[in-house]
């Protein structure tokens, strides 16, 4: 595949084949990754790769905390809630995913049942917990790189025929993380990835979000033109 088409043609995952994912497969998208630029080449990035039972437990934590209500327990800084053009953004993209799989606005339990989807990592076969070391905590610049070696990995992924799904669902339950991916003591939990072959027939997966134009994102600085 030609660098163009992975681009341009890789969208989040958000429905799977139960079909395995072979380790050695894994090994070769990480190391696709890794080549990612890093802050003074720290590569604070490491990775926790989960499937089978682990992966299940962790499915099933995330799911009763949520409905118990537990609250959200990340290990990075997190803002307030969008508003203005981010929540619209936001907006959108739900409505264009909810429209895909036809979930009306005020069907409470589907929307509900989606939500749950996230905290059980959509299902998917393999899930990639991000996590960086936490002696470099409070920088900016490692959840910074650790954004830069995700991309790299999901387009990775893309340009083998897999899908994937970078999320903060995965990870809004962190203690349950921790527990059952035997995430190590000087590592932050950071973000998760789902992962495995897209499921043709789950129409969320056709959905190509918007983004603003090249015009809007850039200022142009000491060009003539
Ligand atoms: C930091 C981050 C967190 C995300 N969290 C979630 C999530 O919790 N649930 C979800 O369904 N998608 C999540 N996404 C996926 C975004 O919704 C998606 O990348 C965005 O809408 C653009 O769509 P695309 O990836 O299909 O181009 C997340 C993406 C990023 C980069």
Redesign the pocket.
Same mark, same amino acid.
């Given at each position: 595949m030609q660098f163009d088409d992975v681009i341009l043609g =890789?969208? +989040? #995952? =958000?429905g799977y084949k139960p079909d395995p994912v072979s380790k050695g497969l894994i090994e070769e998208i990480i190391a696709l990754a890794m080549p990612a630029p890093s802050s003074m080449n720290t590569q604070p990035w490491n990775f926790y790769v989960i499937t089978g039972e682990p992966l299940n437990r962790i499915r099933a934590g995330n799911t009763e905390r949520m409905v118990a209500g537990v609250p959200q327990s990340r290990e990075f800084r997190t803002g307030p809630g969008f508003v203005g053009k981010h929540r619209d =953004?936001?907006v959108a $993209?739900a409505k264009q995913?909810f429209g895909a799989i036809g979930i009306a606005r005020d069907d409470k339990e589907m929307r509900q049942d989606w939500v749950m989807r996230?905290f059980r990592q959509?299902d998917a076969p393999v899930c990639v917990i991000v996590t960086f070391d936490r002696v470099l905590d409070g920088a900016a610049d490692a959840p910074f790189d650790c @954004?830069a070696v995700?991309?790299a990995l #999901?387009n990775a992924a893309w340009s083998r025929g897999l899908g994937a $799904? #970078?999320?903060?669902? @995965?990870i809004?339950q962190s203690p349950v993380v921790r527990e059952h991916a035997g995430i190590a003591d000087d590592q932050v939990i950071m973000? +998760?990835i789902a992962l495995g072959w897209p499921d043709e027939n789950f129409p969320a997966n056709a959905? $190509? +979000?918007e =983004?603003k134009s090249v015009d809007e994102a850039t200022v142009f600085v000491g060009f003539d033109e």
């Open positions: =890789r969208r +989040s #995952i =958000r =953004r936001q $993209v995913l996230g959509f @954004g995700a991309t #999901i $799904v #970078i999320n903060s669902q @995965g809004m973000k +998760s959905v $190509v +979000s =983004r």
